[in-house]
T-cell receptor, first 116, second 111 residues
């Protein structure tokens, strides 16, 4: 049972480039989400999904797209990277009940992204 | 707006007890969670309070007072490995029942 996995662990992009951060979980969790963590800012929700085919925006969705074609995978796409997107990105998953995530979320190891 | 306040850093000695406070101001409230994060690694779940009172899990306890919009995490018999960042997070009804995280408290345990 690998839990939540993320690739890559580190990435450097130039301004304007696009890329996809991968996230997968093997716990059959319905709820998945993406957060970004900046120094002194805690974790902020980017996008979330309550099941395959269903996604919605979080607090800071601009510049990011997501899709959820399977229960296991929830990739995050940066459309045109900007220096303001330099951050650590965490994917998380949990059980879901009545459209809400369970309070115990499982986080992946993170992707450290630098945009120059 | 929605906000959580917690101290930015706390220092304690090995074997001591430390309390990390969290006050929140949110539109709606399902419950208060606590997460631990070592050196930028993955946050890991510690505890959750939906109702007022104290929840105990080994050396860690968490308390909630909904009327005061306040909670705390209590760590007993501190060990060096407890040095980490601790985040409180409120689960709110909007945006799919999202978690709103505080900015984190960096705990340093000294010998």
């Amino acid at each position: 049972n690998a839990g939540v996995t993320q690739t890559p662990k580190f990435q450097v992009l130039k301004t304007g480039q696009s890329m996809t951060l991968q996230c997968a979980q093997d716990m059959n969790h319905e709820y998945m989400s993406w957060y970004r963590q900046d120094p002194g800012m805690g974790l902020r929700l980017i996008h979330y999904s309550v099941g395959a085919g269903i996604t919605d925006q979080g607090e800071v969705p601009n510049g990011y797209n997501v899709s959820r074609s399977t229960t296991e995978d929830f990739p995050l796409r940066l459309l045109s990277a900007a220096p303001s997107q330099t951050s650590v990105y965490f994917c998380a998953s949990s059980y879901e009940g009545q459209g809400a995530p369970h309070y115990e979320q499982y986080f992946g190891p993170g992707t450290r992204l630098t945009v120059t | 707006g929605q906000s959580l306040e917690q101290p930015s850093e706390v220092t304690a000695v090995e074997g001591a007890i430390v309390q990390i406070n969290c006050t929140y101001q949110t539109s709606g409230f399902y419950g208060l969670s606590w997460y631990q994060q070592h050196d930028g690694g993955a946050p890991t779940f510690l505890s959750y309070n939906a109702l007022d009172g104290l929840e105990e899990t080994g050396r860690f306890s968490s308390f909630l007072s909904r009327s005061d919009s306040y909670g705390y995490l209590l760590l007993q018999e501190l060990q060096m490995k407890d040095s980490a960042s601790y985040f409180c997070a409120v689960r709110v009804p909007d945006q799919g029942g999202k978690l709103i995280f505080g900015q984190g408290t960096e705990l340093s345990v000294k010998p």
